[in-house]
């Protein structure tokens, strides 16, 4: 009788144990998934100076345009709290939107090599960002459930951890499709 | 895989039986220098197989592709490729695996290297010059959900193991008829288990001239299992299911061989290159030896994913 509680009992502790890394595994996939979308948006506010350059002796005539991404692009710099983030990277994806759907007006853009190649980096740059939140998002569910789950939803908080936040959208405009038309028709 | 070690364990004990066991041969000479050749050639592929797979195909990184770009649209293209394979390794969470490009007209791409911290991800410019930015994001969701879900190691043991499989029926087959006259003495001296050792000998005999057609049967049901998840994962990388399947029917079209791409990287592919049209051949016999599901199979399963069938 003591031999079956004794084994039962050491059963429980390498399962403890085997949860407890497990977590911490996972914790740390989540954190990093979080900073890797930080070293995604800095590329970004890095990248939009170079575009705006480029495109700017073309564009004289929408000053105003330009304008707003730089603007845009400063605020989301110097935003502070992830909450602050994501509404001020919002407004600059926003922003950029409208400079690409303008820029469709302009024939010698569109044929412009170097225009079209920062374009592409632009793209790019918007959807590492998007991956970079699906792959928080995924890793952080992963670890979410393995907390909650039955019997880890016991001991969990025991070892100190916690659930994390899932990145979701704040500002309710950026729900929205973005309506931008590039087929030119008018 | 169980299955794989089981039918190589067979091969083994009916060798050691029938020549070992009857003073055929005193020492598994055979068995051993099978064995042996079987692990070199899978060290060797294991270590260097991503190197002379990209040198036989001619493949490009991608930065000398980059500086003997032709015209600003190769450049366009190459940077393009480089940011998608970028992208959908951050999707997968995995380090950024090295880009190559193949200077072959026929779309098609193919995963190498042994694990994700050496990966390399090889597409022809014919992929390049066929499909859009979407439908190429699915092409390279696809091969890196063959580096995540390590098919490419998984696919070089299996190799080795065919190999060894056919190495062995091999020499068990030419042995036999040296063997059969020494092991008639000993047949006297246990007659009581005859009738066992005359069945398991009968039983291996069979084993021993299918086993290289059974492996090789084997080898192509884990491959195209591993296709059909590695669509799947893709699928789940991107979150674009529909994307990969146009992309799937752009390269089906495209049917001709991809000349550069030899036999043995088949199966990394992801359209097979020999340029066996799936879709037309059907039947029994083409389906147990193919690398690859049929096109028409693979599309159908990624628009399930998307509710569009």
Same mark, same amino acid.
Request: charged share 20%.
């Given at each position: 009788?003591?031999?079956?509680?004794?084994?039962?009992?050491?059963?429980?502790?390498?399962?403890?144990?085997?949860?407890?890394?497990?977590?911490?595994?996972?914790?740390?996939?989540?954190?990093?998934?979080?900073?890797?979308?930080?070293?995604?948006?800095?590329?970004?506010?890095?990248?939009?100076?170079?575009?705006?350059?480029?495109?700017?002796? $073309?564009?004289?005539?929408?000053?105003?345009?330009?304008?707003?991404?730089?603007? $845009?692009?400063?605020?989301?710099?110097?935003?502070?709290?992830? $909450?602050?983030?994501?509404?001020?990277?919002?407004?600059?994806?926003?922003?950029?939107?409208?400079? !690409?759907?303008?820029?469709?007006?302009?024939?010698?853009?569109?044929?412009?090599?170097?225009?079209?190649?920062?374009?592409?980096?632009?793209?790019?740059?918007?959807?590492?960002?998007?991956?970079?939140?699906?792959?928080?998002?995924?890793?952080?569910?992963?670890?979410?459930?393995?907390?909650?789950? !039955?019997?880890?939803?016991? !001991?969990?908080?025991?070892?100190?951890?916690?659930?994390?936040?899932? !990145?979701?959208?704040?500002? $309710?405009?950026?729900?929205?499709?973005?309506?931008?038309?590039?087929?030119?028709?008018? | 895989?169980? %299955?794989?070690?089981?039918?190589?364990?067979?091969?083994?004990?009916?060798?050691?039986?029938?020549?070992?066991?009857?003073?055929?041969?005193?020492?598994?000479?055979?068995?051993?220098?099978?064995?042996?050749?079987?692990?070199?050639?899978?060290?060797?592929?294991?270590?260097?197989?991503?190197?002379?797979?990209l040198?036989s195909t001619g493949a490009m990184?991608v930065?000398r592709a980059l500086?003997s770009a032709a015209s600003?649209d190769d450049t366009y293209k190459i940077?393009q490729l480089?940011?998608?394979?970028?992208?959908?390794?951050?999707?997968?969470?995995?380090?950024?695996?090295?880009v190559y490009v193949i200077p072959d007209s026929d779309p098609n791409a193919f995963?190498?290297?042994?694990?994700?911290?050496?990966?390399?991800i090889a597409v022809t410019r014919g992929l390049l010059d066929t499909v859009t930015?979407?439908e190429l994001?699915?092409v390279v969701?696809?091969e890196?959900?063959?580096?995540?879900?390590?098919?490419?190691?998984?696919?070089? %043991?299996?190799?080795?193991? %065919?190999?060894?499989?056919?190495?062995?029926?091999?020499?068990?087959?030419?042995?036999?008829?040296?063997?059969?006259?020494?092991?008639?003495?000993?047949?006297?001296?246990?007659?009581?288990?005859?009738?066992?050792?005359?069945?398991?000998?009968?039983?291996?005999?069979?084993?021993?001239?299918?086993?290289?057609?059974?492996?090789?049967?084997?080898?192509?049901?884990?491959?195209?299992?591993?296709?059909?998840?590695?669509?799947?994962?893709?699928?789940?990388?991107?979150?674009?299911?529909?994307?990969?399947?146009?992309a799937l029917e752009k390269i089906d079209r495209e049917a001709a061989p991809t000349l550069s791409v030899k036999?043995?990287t088949a199966?990394?592919c992801i359209a097979d290159p020999l340029g066996r049209a799936?879709?037309?051949?059907?039947?029994?016999?083409?389906?147990?030896?193919?690398?690859?599901?049929?096109?028409?199979?693979?599309?159908?399963?990624?628009?399930?994913?998307?509710?569009?069938?």
């Amino acid at each position: 009788m003591t031999w079956i509680l004794l084994a039962v009992v050491a059963l429980v502790v390498v399962w403890a144990i085997a949860l407890y890394n497990r977590l911490v595994g996972l914790r740390n996939q989540v954190l990093n998934g979080w900073r890797q979308i930080d070293v995604q948006l800095k590329r970004r506010h890095d990248l939009i100076p170079n575009l705006v350059n480029t495109v700017r002796g $073309a564009m004289e005539f929408e000053r105003d345009t330009l304008t707003q991404v730089m603007e $845009a692009r400063a605020r989301a710099v110097s935003a502070t709290g992830p $909450a602050d983030a994501a509404r001020k990277e919002g407004e600059l994806s926003q922003a950029l939107g409208r400079l !690409f759907a303008v820029a469709e007006n302009y024939p010698t853009l569109r044929a412009n090599e170097n225009v079209k190649m920062l374009q592409e980096e632009l793209t790019s740059t918007e959807n590492k960002v998007g991956f970079a939140r699906q792959f928080y998002n995924d890793i952080a569910t992963t670890f979410n459930t393995a907390q909650q789950t !039955f019997p880890s939803n016991m !001991f969990a908080a025991a070892l100190g951890f916690k659930p994390s936040e899932l !990145f979701e959208i704040t500002d $309710a405009t950026e729900r929205q499709v973005p309506a931008v038309d590039l087929s030119m028709r008018k | 895989m169980i %299955v794989f070690v089981g039918f190589l364990l067979f091969l083994g004990f009916g060798f050691d039986v029938f020549y070992i066991g009857e003073g055929a041969l005193t020492f598994p000479i055979g068995s051993l220098a099978a064995l042996g050749i079987g692990s070199v050639s899978a060290l060797t592929s294991y270590y260097s197989g991503d190197r002379a797979v990209l040198l036989s195909t001619g493949a490009m990184a991608v930065d000398r592709a980059l500086s003997s770009a032709a015209s600003p649209d190769d450049t366009y293209k190459i940077r393009q490729l480089d940011n998608v394979v970028e992208e959908m390794s951050i999707a997968a969470g995995l380090p950024k695996p090295r880009v190559y490009v193949i200077p072959d007209s026929d779309p098609n791409a193919f995963a190498t290297g042994r694990d994700p911290e050496h990966a390399s991800i090889a597409v022809t410019r014919g992929l390049l010059d066929t499909v859009t930015r979407d439908e190429l994001q699915g092409v390279v969701a696809h091969e890196l959900s063959h580096v995540r879900n390590l098919d490419i190691r998984l696919m070089t %043991v299996i190799a080795a193991m %065919v190999g060894t499989i056919a190495l062995l029926s091999d020499w068990s087959g030419r042995g036999m008829s040296s063997g059969s006259r020494s092991s008639s003495n000993s047949r006297d001296n246990d007659k009581d288990s005859g009738a066992a050792g005359l069945i398991l000998l009968v039983v291996w005999v069979v084993a021993i001239v299918l086993a290289p057609l059974i492996a090789q049967a084997l080898a192509m049901l884990v491959s195209r299992r591993r296709e059909f998840l590695a669509d799947a994962t893709g699928a789940e990388l991107t979150r674009n299911p529909l994307a990969l399947a146009s992309a799937l029917e752009k390269i089906d079209r495209e049917a001709a061989p991809t000349l550069s791409v030899k036999r043995g990287t088949a199966h990394l592919c992801i359209a097979d290159p020999l340029g066996r049209a799936m879709g037309l051949r059907e039947g029994f016999l083409p389906d147990l030896l193919a690398t690859h599901p049929r096109m028409a199979d693979r599309i159908t399963a990624l628009k399930q994913m998307a509710y569009q069938a």
